[in-house]
């Protein structure tokens, strides 16, 4: 039985009508906030690189869980597919009649779940399945006996499920690494499964979760390079032990993501004279091997799901320059009140502050780039100004601490790095000196108090979203209206 009834979503026409035309300043805290027009930006940047590029997409909804966000990341352009990659079968089945609805107006669609296949997961992928017809399923292997849900799938809908081999490319989580002997099961598994008809051998597909560490827009586009050089000697193997079976596949797809590997893609189109060298060769290496994939009669594919909405490791990882990638275009933010203000309790005698958002309402992941679980944006206070620098130098209030329901603001000085990655590629020193100056000279000059509301930039997106059931929209580009609830967007809820 579909998720939707055990886990019902939250009731948009109720909530609509409490909220729309009201300022997120009076909503219940904590709550989640969606500047839609960011968001917007972010898929227009994405859908735009990737057609130029002549490049396959597909997106995760994973972050985001909800319709209307999925809507922006595949377009309005019908002749382009609108390929989707979910999570968790509540995802699929939110999106369903999306993607009915793309269908009869004959647009391509395709749905990935994005987990190996397994004995639970058929009897509801079963029903997408059979609303979606021949390709508009599509699993992943990563393990010969995961053929048997496969075949179960073919059975109970009627349809031969596309199929993907899941390559590993050092995150250790799913997949087979492509020199290994497993690799070879694996592949020869799908092979005896693909000529017998329950299923279509469509490709090979990873997921560069490694390029959240990453370090600039050469390191990001090598890593991409990466995983794309490895799935294309997967497809030639593939494709050989083919045809020595006496078998014919299909043109095979090579699918790559994660979102600083496929927001490295833009870094393709077209650089600034004053690149630096290790930029534009890294730029031609990718470009050439993606010209080769395509040569051997493969497509390629890039894939990815936090991009839309972004967060603090995105920002950290620097896969753009500043101009593509910067704070503003941060779309998710939490708003929290504050409860209280503990003078001189901090390091150095800084300020504290307690603050109604703990761990259940941003999650407990990381960013390598400070100490702390949210940084706490510049909206609604006097006198200070959006950052001007990378992460690693934020100067300001952080989520420096927190429990369950409640965390603690502490004052981060910034670790002094001065400027941003790369920005020597962007502006002269002297500028660059001006933009490390971030939010103020200490809490004495950005105090907050009791019952004042901040909004939070979140370390993850995906997992500070999880935690709520929707959305308050706001639209940045309504000058003077930035505030006001536009729209409530409802996620997906369960497994």
Same mark, same amino acid.
């Given at each position: 039985?579909?998720?939707?009834?055990?886990?019902?979503?939250?009731?948009?026409?109720?909530?609509?009508?409490?909220?729309?035309?009201?300022?997120?300043?009076?909503?219940?805290?904590?709550?989640?906030?969606?500047?839609?027009?960011? $968001?917007?930006?972010?898929?227009?940047?994405?859908?735009?690189?990737?057609?130029?590029?002549?490049?396959?997409? *597909?997106?995760?909804?994973?972050?985001?869980?909800?319709?209307?966000?999925?809507?922006?990341?595949?377009?309005?352009?019908?002749? *382009?597919?609108?390929?989707?990659?979910? &999570?968790?079968?509540?995802?699929?089945?939110?999106?369903?009649?999306?993607?009915?609805?793309?269908?009869?107006?004959?647009?391509?669609?395709?749905?990935?779940?994005?987990?190996?296949?397994?004995?639970?997961?058929?009897?509801?992928?079963?029903?997408?399945?059979?609303?979606?017809?021949?390709?508009?399923?599509?699993?992943?292997?990563?393990?010969?006996?995961?053929? !048997?849900? !496969?075949?179960?799938?073919?059975?109970?809908?009627?349809?031969?499920?596309?199929?993907?081999?899941?390559?590993?490319?050092?995150?250790?989580?799913?997949?087979?690494?492509? &020199?290994?002997?497993?690799?070879?099961?694996?592949?020869?598994?799908?092979?005896?499964?693909?000529?017998? +008809?329950?299923?279509?051998?469509?490709?090979?597909?990873?997921?560069?979760?490694?390029?959240?560490?990453?370090?600039? *827009?050469?390191?990001?586009?090598?890593?991409?390079?990466?995983?794309?050089?490895?799935?294309?000697? $997967?497809?030639?193997?593939?494709?050989?032990?083919?045809?020595?079976?006496?078998?014919?596949?299909?043109?095979?797809?090579?699918?790559? +993501?994660?979102?600083?590997?496929?927001?490295?893609?833009?870094?393709?189109?077209?650089?600034?004279?004053?690149?630096?060298?290790?930029?534009?060769?890294?730029?031609?290496?990718?470009?050439?091997?993606?010209?080769?994939?395509? !040569?051997?009669?493969?497509?390629?594919?890039?894939?990815?799901?936090?991009?839309?909405?972004?967060?603090?490791?995105?920002?950290?990882?620097?896969?753009?320059?500043?101009?593509?990638?910067?704070?503003?275009?941060?779309?998710?933010?939490?708003?929290?009140?504050?409860?209280?203000?503990?003078?001189?309790?901090?390091?150095?005698?800084?300020?504290?502050?307690?603050?109604?958002?703990?761990?259940?309402?941003?999650? *407990?992941?990381?960013?390598?780039?400070?100490?702390?679980?949210?940084?706490?944006?510049?909206?609604?206070?006097?006198?200070?100004?959006?950052?001007?620098?990378?992460?690693?130098?934020?100067?300001?209030?952080?989520?420096?601490?927190?429990?369950?329901?409640?965390?603690?603001?502490?004052?981060?000085?910034?670790?002094?790095?001065?400027?941003?990655?790369?920005?020597?590629?962007?502006?002269?020193?002297?500028?660059?000196?001006?933009?490390?100056?971030?939010?103020?000279?200490?809490?004495? +000059?950005?105090?907050?108090?009791?019952?004042?509301?901040?909004?939070?930039?979140?370390?993850? $997106?995906?997992?500070?979203?999880?935690?709520?059931?929707?959305?308050?929209?706001?639209?940045?580009?309504?000058?003077?209206?930035?505030?006001?609830?536009?729209?409530?967007?409802?996620? !997906?809820?369960?497994?």
């Amino acid at each position: 039985m579909s998720s939707l009834v055990f886990y019902p979503t939250s009731p948009k026409e109720a909530l609509v009508g409490e909220f729309v035309g009201k300022s997120i300043r009076d909503v219940p805290t904590p709550a989640a906030v969606m500047d839609v027009a960011a $968001a917007r930006r972010n898929c227009e940047r994405m859908l735009e690189a990737v057609k130029e590029l002549d490049l396959g997409w *597909r997106a995760h909804v994973k972050t985001h869980k909800t319709v209307e966000l999925t809507r922006l990341q595949v377009g309005e352009d019908l002749s *382009r597919p609108a390929n989707l990659i979910v &999570s968790t079968l509540a995802e699929a089945e939110m999106v369903l009649p999306l993607l009915q609805e793309y269908k009869s107006k004959g647009r391509r669609v395709n749905l990935l779940y994005g987990l190996p296949i397994s004995r639970g997961a058929v009897a509801r992928l079963a029903e997408v399945a059979k609303v979606l017809g021949e390709g508009g399923v599509s699993l992943l292997l990563d393990d010969p006996a995961q053929l !048997a849900a !496969a075949a179960e799938l073919k059975a109970q809908s009627g349809v031969a499920p596309l199929a993907h081999i899941k390559i590993d490319m050092g995150g250790r989580r799913a997949g087979v690494v492509e &020199s290994s002997q497993r690799f070879v099961q694996v592949a020869d598994a799908a092979l005896e499964a693909h000529g017998a +008809g329950s299923l279509v051998l469509s490709g090979l597909y990873s997921h560069a979760g490694h390029s959240y560490g990453g370090d600039g *827009r050469a390191a990001a586009m090598e890593m991409l390079r990466a995983e794309v050089d490895a799935m294309l000697s $997967a497809a030639e193997r593939l494709s050989q032990r083919a045809r020595e079976a006496g078998m014919r596949l299909p043109a095979l797809v090579v699918s790559a +993501g994660a979102s600083p590997t496929a927001l490295s893609v833009q870094n393709l189109l077209g650089g600034r004279p004053d690149e630096a060298p290790e930029l534009r060769a890294a730029a031609a290496r990718l470009s050439e091997l993606l010209a080769a994939v395509k !040569a051997k009669g493969h497509a390629v594919e890039i894939h990815a799901g936090v991009y839309p909405t972004l967060d603090l490791q995105q920002l950290a990882a620097h896969s753009l320059a500043s101009s593509r990638l910067s704070w503003r275009d941060i779309a998710l933010t939490v708003v929290a009140e504050v409860h209280g203000v503990y003078p001189g309790r901090g390091a150095n005698g800084t300020d504290e502050a307690l603050i109604g958002a703990g761990g259940l309402a941003l999650g *407990r992941e990381f960013c390598k780039a400070y100490d702390g679980m949210a940084m706490v944006t510049p909206w609604g206070r006097s006198g200070v100004e959006m950052p001007a620098c990378d992460v690693e130098d934020y100067e300001g209030w952080t989520v420096g601490r927190f429990a369950q329901e409640h965390g603690i603001l502490t004052w981060a000085a910034g670790k002094g790095r001065g400027g941003g990655k790369e920005e020597e590629e962007e502006e002269g020193e002297e500028e660059k000196k001006k933009t490390t100056t971030t939010t103020g000279p200490g809490p004495q +000059g950005d105090a907050v108090e009791a019952g004042q509301k901040v909004r939070l930039w979140p370390n993850h $997106a995906c997992i500070t979203s999880s935690h709520f059931g929707w959305y308050f929209v706001v639209d940045e580009d309504r000058a003077g209206h930035e505030d006001e609830i536009v729209d409530v967007w409802i996620k !997906a809820r369960g497994w």
